[in-house]
């Protein structure tokens, strides 16, 4: 089982794109949220480690979540409301975000007792490595979980609007490091972060996944790899959950491929790393397609070319 810590939310999204007068609608999102969903449809047991509200938005979040089959066992329940992001998405579907998230339920996260011992791998990201108290209750857990072993994954998915402090922050992405075993980001993070990927290899993950958008995808490993897929051509209607979707799909083929650890990635040949990215690269495609954040199910998707023997990356 692989579980995802972090935040769930409302997008209020409109309902016709690049109409700012148009009716606003209630998506249920999160980047760890959709991360979830995502890795659920492809097929992967999941379980979601969060903090979410008891009010309709909460239930509607949590109603999901079952229906995707995602275990909610450690999934935290409080009054407060739910955070909300109204979206703004231009032409190209690319989408920008406001936050309403003062004295949310999901930023009073606590750190939870030990996880069940079939969770292999944890992944963190997006608001909930930004908003506190939650945000150091998030990090305490994922240097807990790397200290005991597990696969630990990080998409920070900057949302630069929340960040009070953008140098606190980039100190604490830096701290992370240590504990983790796989970065996927976008290039916009990138930059932001100060785009120094080999001295956050140097720091601690096997692997640093860069999204480009239409360009595709690029893995940089450890050993000094770098490869590259090109991005799937497609009509887009929006890019809501498109970096989700990656970030899932990246985790579900570790997983069936047996590889959820550092010293696995790190031995990866260059057309292992193809086919895993090109996978991802299709799951986000479909994704794009679609209004809001809507992963593929595994039915929709080619499974990935034949596992590879595990050997030396070259």
């Known amino acids: 089982m692989i579980a995802v810590a972090g935040e769930a939310l409302i997008d209020l999204v409109p309902e016709t794109v690049g109409d700012t007068s148009a009716p606003l609608l209630p998506v249920r999102g999160g980047g760890p949220y959709n991360t979830a969903v995502a890795l659920a449809r492809l097929g ?5 480690c969060s903090r979410i509200s008891t009010d309709a938005f909460g239930a509607m979040l ?19 409301p739910t955070t909300l992001a109204v979206a ?9 975000y406001a936050f309403y998230c003062q004295g949310t339920a999901d930023r009073l996260f606590t750190v939870p007792g030990a996880l069940p011992n079939g969770i292999r791998a944890v992944s963190f990201g997006t608001c909930s490595l930004v908003l506190e108290p939650g945000a150091s209750a998030y990090e305490a857990l994922m240097h807990r979980e790397a200290r005991l072993g597990r696969f630990v994954a990080l998409d920070p998915n900057i949302r630069a609007g929340l960040i ?16 983790v075993s796989l970065v996927k980001l976008s290039d916009e993070d990138a930059r932001w972060l100060g785009g120094d990927i080999a001295g956050w290899l ?31 051509p497609v009509r887009v209607v929006d ?16 997983a069936e491929r047996e590889l959820l650890s550092a010293d696995a990635l790190a031995g990866l040949s ?21 209004a809001g954040a809507e992963p593929p ?18």
């Not at 949590?62 to 407060?80: F, I, N, S």
């Not at 703004?88 to 920008?96: I, L, P």
């Not at 009070?164 to 504990?179: E, G, V």
């Not at 690029?218 to 790899?225: F, I, K, N």
């Open 202 to 232: 140097e720091a601690g993950p096997s692997a640093v996944v860069v999204t480009r958008g239409e360009a595709g995808l690029t893995v940089h490993t450890r050993t000094g790899g770098a490869y590259s897929v090109p991005g799937e």
């Open 88 to 96: 703004s998405v231009g032409s190209s579907g690319s989408a920008e």
């Open 270 to 290: 260059a057309d292992t790393w193809r086919q895993i990215l090109g996978f991802a690269a299709r799951a986000a495609a479909i994704t794009c397609t679609r």
């Open 44 to 48: 992967s047991a999941t379980a979601f």
């Open 297 to 314: 199910f595994a039915r929709e998707l080619p499974p990935p070319a034949p596992a590879e023997q595990v050997g030396p990356a070259h």
């Open 239 to 254: 890019t809501i959950g498109a970096g989700d979707t990656v970030n899932a799909a990246l985790l579900h083929t570790l």
């Open 164 to 179: 009070p402090d953008p140098d606190a922050y980039r100190a604490r992405f830096r701290r992370l490091l240590p504990s």
């Open 62 to 80: 949590a109603d999901r979540l079952r229906e995707e089959k995602v275990d909610l066992a450690l999934v935290q329940r409080g009054p407060e």
